[in-house]
């Protein structure tokens, strides 16, 4: 599979509007699409940032999709995004999701790697780190999403609530040191969000 990520950041004070926006529209929007498998919506809103994600089957229809609702991701963002990146993944290891809940919270994890080392890179994190997260109380999903010519990754797990996602600093924090050091990656950044919107779809 593949997945669409958008990355943004603007005054904190325009951010509640912007995510009412994509909260009422993106799921009907991305559900009417070909390939459409689940959307992920993350804010941090005293910071002034927040983070979404698209799942679909095929390279392809992912690029239909952004084709045809490019625009109005434009126009739900313009009053409040100062900047934004939108990128494209492989979803090259995840567990199957979970239902989320109302205080679900998600741990973002960026890095990079050796494009020579990727599949030494996922075999690493579907043998040790998943099993860990899936593990963990709480646990709702999680992904390992890469560009393998780039060299970057990006992961994700998201936990039920405050007090699971709080317990799971420590076990992650370990099983992570464990994998980046096996897999010689290099973390450039750890953030948490809020949970706002969670589709799951299963697979035809």
Known sequence: MFV????????????????????????????????YRGYGLFANRELGVFTMGSWWDTAQAER?????????????????????????????AFAPPGEGAPGARFRLVRGDFDPASADRLVELFREQALPRLEAMDGFVGG???????????SVGAIFRDEASFAASRTPQA???ARVTAAAGVTVRSLEEFDAVVLDRRPPR
Request: hydrophobic share 40%.
């Open 64 to 92: 239909d999709s952004d084709a045809k609702l490019g625009r109005r991701r434009g126009e739900l963002l313009e009053p409040f995004a100062g900047t934004a990146a939108v990128d494209v993944w492989e979803a090259a």
């Open 143 to 153: 992904a390992l999403l890469i560009q393998r010519d780039r060299g970057r990754l």
């Open 174 to 176: 370990e099983a992570r």
């Open 4 to 35: 669409r990520t958008g990355y943004f950041t603007g005054d904190p004070a325009r951010l509640g509007r912007t995510l009412d926006g994509f909260t009422a529209e993106a799921v009907g929007l991305l559900s009417a699409e070909h390939g």
